[in-house]
T-cell receptor, first 111, second 116 residues
Framework: GESVGLHLPTLSVQEGDNSIINCAYSNSASDYFIWYKQESGKGPQFIIDIRSNMDKRQGQRVTVLLNKTVKHLSLQIAATQPGDSAVYFCAENIGYSTLTFGKGTMLLVSP | GAVVSQHPSRVICKSGTSVKIECRSLDFQATTMFWYRQFPKQSLMLMATSNEGSKATYEQGVEKDKFLINHASLTLSTLTVTSAHPEDSSFYIC????????????FGPGTRLTVL
C-alpha cells in the first residue's frame, strides 16, 4: 500500500533566480516574526526578523514582507545561490520570547 | 556573537539508559533556554522552557519525569532523557534567549539521539 508520511513543501529554483518563500501565521496578537534557515543535521540559523509595526525589512540579499491583514509573511532571497539550499522556517513570537514555528519550506537551488 | 553550543552532537545508547545533553551560551548570558525536538522533515516542537534558577515549564504532552531539565547557570542548561526508548530517538535542539535589539532565540547545532 501507499506509505503515508510528511512532506515539506519544496521550492525548486535555478541559481541566480529570486526565491519567495511564504508563511501563514496563526495568532493575530503576534508582534515579532523571524525567519530561520536550517541546513541538514544542523540547528536553525537566524536570517532576518521583523516587528509588527513594520511591513518590510531588508537585509543582505533577503527581504521580509509582513501582511498583518491576512496574517502572511514572506521571505524573498535575491540571486539565489546553491548555498541557500536548506529548509526555511518562519516563527512568530506569541509572548515573552516563546516562538511558534511554521511547518517549513525546503528550498532547492540547482546550478 | 550569540553562539550556542550543544554536547554531544551525536549519541547512541541502549534502551533503558539515560542520556544527558548540555546546552551552553558561549558569549552571552541567557535568561531563558528552550528545548526543542525535531523529527525528520518536520518542524521544531517546543518541549520546555527553562529559566535559570527555577523549574522548567513543560509543554502539554511532554513528560517532565522523562525529560529532566536543569538550568544551573545563565550559560548552561541540561536535558536528561531518562530510561530512553527507541521512540525517544530524535534530533534535540536547544536555544538561548537574550533580550536586546533582536529579542530572538539563538539555536545550538542540535544533538542526534539514537536509542537502540
Amino acid at each position: 500500500g501507499e506509505s503515508v508520511g510528511l512532506h515539506l513543501p519544496t521550492l525548486s529554483v535555478q541559481e541566480g533566480d529570486n526565491s519567495i518563500i511564504n508563511c501563514a501565521y496563526s495568532n493575530s496578537a503576534s508582534d515579532y516574526f523571524i525567519w530561520y534557515k536550517q541546513e541538514s543535521g544542523k540547528g536553525p540559523q537566524f536570517i532576518i526578523d521583523i516587528r509588527s509595526n513594520m511591513d518590510k525589512r531588508q537585509g543582505q540579499r533577503v527581504t521580509v514582507l509582513l501582511n498583518k491583514t491576512v496574517k502572511h509573511l514572506s521571505l524573498q532571497i535575491a540571486a539565489t545561490q546553491p548555498g541557500d539550499s536548506a529548509v526555511y522556517f518562519c516563527a512568530e513570537n506569541i509572548g515573552y520570547s516563546t516562538l511558534t514555528f511554521g511547518k517549513g519550506t525546503m528550498l532547492l537551488v540547482s546550478p | 556573537g550569540a553562539v550556542v553550543s550543544q554536547h554531544p552532537s551525536r549519541v547512541i545508547c541502549k534502551s533503558g539508559t539515560s542520556v544527558k545533553i548540555e546546552c551552553r551560551s558561549l558569549d552571552f548570558q541567557a535568561t531563558t533556554m528552550f528545548w526543542y525536538r525535531q523529527f525528520p522533515k518536520q518542524s521544531l516542537m517546543l518541549m520546555a522552557t527553562s529559566n535559570e534558577g527555577s523549574k522548567a515549564t513543560y509543554e502539554q504532552g511532554v513528560e517532565k519525569d522523562k525529560f529532566l531539565i536543569n538550568h544551573a547557570s545563565l550559560t548552561l542548561s541540561t536535558l536528561t532523557v531518562t530510561s530512553a526508548h527507541p521512540e525517544d530517538s530524535s534530533f534535540y535542539i536547544c536555544s538561548a534567549y537574550t533580550s536586546g535589539s533582536t529579542d530572538t532565540q539563538y539555536f545550538g547545532p542540535g544533538t542526534r539521539l539514537t536509542v537502540l
